[in-house]
């Protein structure tokens, strides 16, 4: 147990100590919980309760962030010199929602500014004919939208069947006996273009594709799903299967 000698004087037992075998400064509360502490090798200050600040903050060093920043409320303005951090600089303001198909990851930004990162699996039942299917990954917040850039990766898995699909994803979900994503509608495509490059592979065959200038920034309506899409006409009867990660640059337009 560490032993401490106060520094100073105050009422009571809460207040300003050195640590005996470390000489950091601690502020203890009066049930001898630590509460600050200064590191005296390092000059490292660690608060384990929630830092307020009411004012502005200015940095005239580094802030090193090792864990996960998240932000709740509005933020002014922050000065600094270098700002660090090997966590995520999280938000929970204007969000939108992981879909059926998606699993959030992480969701980064600032006043209306989002780097949204989920991942996703869609698993197309082929019997043999044309098919288009939809992983659906994330709805967008209830209010237009302006996507400036999509990511996305990932493996197309099957037994026996090696058909190379196009690959897409639109505001629309692919649907239907459809060997391409045109003959599904526009919008299945309208983010990224449905291409064939890959075909399905029994080990895991990688995919990747990126948004073009010519589909992207694209505004959307409020609460538009965004979906990963596939289409081919299919040559074997079993379970394929797409999944991957999608990274989605967007902002609120509100």
Known sequence: MAEYTRVGTSAGDAGWYIES??????????????????????????VPGTIGVTGAATLSSTLAVTGASTLTGSVGAISATTLATSGLATTTQGVGAAAADGTLVSEEGAGGQHLTKLTFTDTVAAA????????????????????????????????????????????????????TLGAVGATAEDIIEGTASEAYSSGGAAFTRNSAVAKLPLVVAASSVIHVNTALTYTETESCTIAGTIWIDWVELS
């Open 21 to 46: 075998t470390t000489n950091d400064i601690v502020f203890l509360d009066g049930s001898g919980n630590v509460r600050f502490r200064v590191d005296e090798a390092t000059g490292n200050t660690t």
């Open 128 to 179: 043999g004919a044309a098919l288009s299917a939809g992983a659906l990954v994330y709805t967008m917040p209830a209010v237009p939208c302006l996507i400036r850039g999509v990511y996305v990766s990932g493996t197309l898995t099957a037994a026996t069947e090696t058909g190379t699909p196009e690959i897409g994803v639109g505001t629309l979900v692919g649907s239907g006996a459809n060997a």
